[in-house]
């Protein structure tokens, strides 16, 4: 796995800068072809809400794309947050393989 200092692009960028706004589509309606609600879309292009797998193989539907680009998006997004906040790359440090546990 390649960590990197730079922030990866979040689904929300994404969607609003190479879908949105060249398409000139608002969050509403792409709420109303994804089926969701407006809140929901705003909430992923804000980063205050994760893509799911739903969400995913929603919004490959509406952009003709692949559930995996979302999906992708998300988890290299979600690992580098997790590594770059010091609270939680402690905690992940604080783990140890099964071997040494048990050795």
Not at 14 to 40: C, D, F, H, N, W
Request: net charge positive; with cysteine; charged share 25%.
């Amino acid at each position: 796995m390649i960590i990197t200092k730079r922030q990866p692009v979040s689904v929300g960028e994404m969607i609003t800068e190479e879908y949105l706004e060249p398409l000139g589509i608002t969050q509403g309606q792409l709420a109303k072809a994804m089926g969701v609600s407006r809140r929901t879309v705003n909430e992923i292009c804000t980063g205050k809400r994760a893509v799911t797998v739903d969400t995913a193989l929603m919004l490959a539907k509406v952009f003709e794309n692949t559930p995996d680009f979302w999906l992708n998006m998300q988890r290299r997004h979600d690992i580098w947050a997790a590594l770059h906040s010091p609270k939680r790359k402690a905690r992940i440090e604080n783990a140890k393989p099964l071997r040494e546990v048990f050795a």
